[in-house]
């Protein structure tokens, strides 16, 4: 079971949790009970007003949460079919600096989802071998983003949300979508997250077709593919 820190204070010092070093400092200030707990568990669940808000795993060291992000105003999409509006699932490693700089994208393939690192639900992040404290992407020095694509089926809008018009699923209703169209989505995201370019941009398979996509649609919003 996942360690839950659900009063104020437990909050403030998981707040402040940056590197490992930090990690250890927190876990050897609380008692033996406590101590033995948190270094039994991969998974520290941070909550608010009795909700889970982010979860931190690897010793501590990587900060993870997931979110479902909506978008009222909706999308032209590139057939012309517009959703009135759209929801993202979201999930984002590490921290995002003052100054906005050190935000990476990662896109999933066809199959894929917002799951792309870390351990959730015995379910294993399919760039956990990238992403993470120490890895090729770090953690410790960016802010990683991954959405689920527009029409998939990890909880953003696709064939099973319900369609207004019929208050039924959209099922083979829902709009044909595009790699375009997933890149537009990602950039109505990156404005949402106020963020104003990317570091990177990288993904593997259909994840590296939207990464190619970005420096023909954005090119200023992206540093590095």
Same mark, same amino acid.
């Given at each position: 079971? $996942?360690f ?10 998981l ?10 400092a ?5 008692s ?6 948190i270094?039994s568990?991969?998974?520290?669940i941070?909550?608010?007003?009795g909700?889970p808000?982010?979860? &931190?795993?690897?010793?501590? @060291?990587?900060?993870?949460e997931?979110?479902? !992000? ?6 032209? &999409?590139? @057939?012309g079919d ?10 984002t490693?590490g921290? &995002? ?7 990476v ?9 917002? !799951?792309a690192?870390?351990?959730k639900d015995d379910?294993?992040?399919w760039?956990?071998? !990238? ?5 090729? !992407?770090?953690t410790? +020095?960016?802010f990683?983003v991954c959405c ?6 990890s909880g953003?809008?696709?064939?099973t949300?319900m369609n ?10 829902? $709009? ?8 537009? @989505?990602q ?6 997250l +106020?963020?104003?370019?990317?570091? &990177?941009?990288a993904g ?6 939207q ?6 649609a954005?090119?200023?919003k992206?540093?590095?593919l």
């Open positions: 079971m $996942p839950k820190a659900e009063n104020k204070q437990d909050y403030t010092k707040r402040s949790i940056k590197r490992a070093n930090v990690s250890k927190f876990v050897e200030e609380q033996e009970d406590l101590k033995n707990s270094k568990v991969p998974t520290i941070i909550f608010r007003n909700k808000i982010a979860r &931190l795993e690897a010793g501590l @060291s990587m900060k993870i997931t979110k479902l !992000i909506s978008f009222p105003e909706g999308i032209v &999409l590139k @057939s517009k959703l009135d509006s759209f929801d993202l699932m979201v999930e490693y921290e &995002l600096n003052e100054l906005k700089t050190n935000a994208l990662v896109c999933h393939a066809f199959s894929g989802n917002h !799951i690192a870390g351990k379910v294993t992040g760039w956990n071998q !990238i992403i993470g404290p120490d890895k090729a !992407i770090n410790n +020095d960016y990683v689920n694509n527009l029409g998939g089926c953003s809008s696709g064939p949300t207004p018009a019929t208050n039924k699923p959209f099922g083979v209703d829902f $709009p044909q979508v595009t790699v375009d169209d997933w890149v537009n @989505s950039k109505m995201l990156m404005d949402k +106020d963020i104003p370019y990317w570091h &990177l941009v593997g398979s259909l994840g590296g077709m990464a190619l996509q970005w420096s023909v954005y090119p200023d992206v540093k590095k």
